[in-house]
């Protein structure tokens, strides 16, 4: 290089100089790491994350916008974390839970404090004293931890709501000392009550406590004592909280096959849907069982993950043996439900635990399937646009759509790897960020002088990029599309 050549910082690495020089973006070579033949994904600029490959099996069309957000927490295969993808199955970013068989649920993009976070439940499987509910920003540094409160150690994986006024809406399994006689039990037995606690973010000062079995008794639930992993009762098995749009709080419990309208002030139940004692008259095809996600959406209806299951009540039974999901009417004067849609797998899937059904903004429905592995987006109508999976062994308690926007704080990491004498094969990744377009490749006989040497389009997490120099010295920029850089990774030598 001429001694007239002007030198200009190379951004984010300190000590590094890049040459002044027009480079041009060619037409890529570069490929993305191939989706795995077999279940995870292994990444050579990111040896330490393997998360779970996902499978599209429809290809999107006419879906709408945004990345899919899954909790892979089975590790069928690869690690156990929280996963986002777009709708080729690469993945966007993934965290692996630094503690020792910990996982994650509930994986979602939420609101707080007028800014898009994520947030999740993490836990670990025989010690859930240090089960917490997590919340990040958009550069995925940790805003806080939150726990329950009131003397309760163990916060529940099926919730983690924020509300509308910037409050934590969670749920816990409490066992207490019951009597089960009446459901054929023992007097002195053990009944699991599920409990709803309101909490102040930032003190964690509990706002409103609810407790089930101040409200709801054993007889209202399908299941019977030592039924299921738990001792004595599981009877009410509480696994949503959404906020009504007078701010009250609707209930899902699982063993009761029953939806609660819970007043928010004083605890007591306004009204139940479904079950054994529903307050409306349940209208054809309206009555779930074992459901999981009931929300309330903007046009007054009510939205549940039914998981289907045969199901008794005083006056018939029925089976139903495809989970699907279902949007109710509810008439809240002749208190009668009646159903608008209902929308089923293809192949006609149950899923026995787990589920989630989301209304997106343009009508679309995305629904994941819980303990079968898929995930559908359907249009309004029941047309399937959309239809992935993880991989067989795995499951994600919910999956959802969101947009969303990583700005990760950490920065870009690269490998080298001399391909020949004159060729270098460059792996470069940058897990969580969502603006990159472009990777331009530096190159320099030192650390502190480098050079650009070619330009490719970004082509997945890791992007492998052939790059024609002897140069010993390697750097990548990442760059969006209007060729601002992003972020550069440090220098490598190969």
């Known amino acids: 290089m001429g001694a007239g050549a002007a030198w200009i ?19 890529s070579t570069a490929t993305s790491s191939s989706a795995p033949p077999q279940a995870a994904w292994t990444f050579r600029s990111r040896p330490d994350l393997n998360p779970p490959a996902v499978d599209v099996t429809q290809q999107a069309h006419y879906t709408t916008p945004g990345y899919i957000f899954a909790a892979p927490k089975k590790a069928g295969a690869g690690q156990r974390g929280t996963l986002i993808v777009d709708d080729r199955g690469q993945v966007v970013w993934f965290r692996h839970p630094k503690r020792k068989h910990a996982f994650a649920m509930d994986f979602k993009v939420q609101h707080y404090r007028g800014e898009l976070v994520l947030t999740w439940w993490e836990g670990t499987y025989g010690s859930r004293v240090l089960d917490e509910y997590v919340i990040l920003d958009s550069f995925y540094s940790e ?16 919730e983690f709501l924020i509300s509308p006024q910037d409050t934590a809406l969670t749920t816990i399994y409490n066992p207490v000392r019951w009597d089960l006689s009446p459901v054929g039990g023992p007097k002195d037995g053990v009944a699991w009550q599920g409990i709803v606690q309101e909490l102040d973010i930032e003190t964690g000062r509990v706002l409103f406590e609810w407790h089930s079995l101040d409200h709801v008794s054993l007889d209202e639930a399908y299941a ?13 098995h509480i696994n949503s909280i959404d906020v009504d749009h007078d701010d009250n709080l609707l209930v899902s419990a699982r063993r009761t096959s029953t939806v609660y309208k819970i007043d928010r002030e004083s605890g007591e139940i306004i009204w139940r849907l479904g079950g054994k004692k529903s307050s409306f008259e349940m209208g054809p095809g309206t009555q779930f069982a074992y459901q999981h996600d009931a929300r309330r959406q903007p046009d007054g209806t009510i939205t549940i993950f039914d998981n289907g299951t045969t199901i008794f009540n005083n ?19 002749k208190m009668t439900a009646s159903l608008v849609r209902e929308y089923t797998h293809p192949h006609k899937l149950f899923a026995d635990t787990g589920g989630s059904v989301q209304v997106l903004p343009n009508g679309n429905v995305f629904v994941g399937w819980g303990s079968e592995p898929v995930f559908s987006e359907f249009s309004s109508d029941g047309e399937l646009l959309f239809d992935a999976s993880l991989p067989p062994r795995d499951a ?31 792996y470069a990744s940058w897990n969580g960020a969502t603006q990159v377009t472009t990777w331009e490749v530096l ?5 502190n002088q480098l050079e650009p040497v070619r330009s490719v389009r970004w082509a997945g997490f890791e992007t492998a990029m052939l790059v024609r120099t002897k140069k010993p010295y390697i750097a990548v920029q990442a760059k969006d599309r209007s060729g601002k850089v992003l972020g550069t990774t440090e220098c490598v030598e190969q």
């Open 9 to 27: 910082a190379l951004t984010n690495v300190p000590g590094c100089k890049l040459a002044e020089r027009a480079t041009k973006t060619t037409p």
């Open 143 to 158: 805003i806080t931890r939150i726990h329950p409160g009131n003397g309760y150690h163990e916060g529940d994986h099926h």
């Open 315 to 333: 006056r018939h039974a029925k089976a139903i043996v495809e989970s699907r999901a279902i949007v109710l009417g509810l008439d809240e004067e």
């Open 224 to 236: 019977k004592p030592s039924e299921g992993p738990l001792p004595g009762i599981d009877y009410f």
């Open 443 to 447: 190159a320099g006989l030192s650390p």
């Open 396 to 426: 994600s308690y919910r999956t959802f759509r969101f947009p969303w926007s990583g700005h990760p704080s950490d920065r870009p990491v690269a490998v080298a790897e001399r391909a020949s004498d004159e060729e270098v094969r460059v």
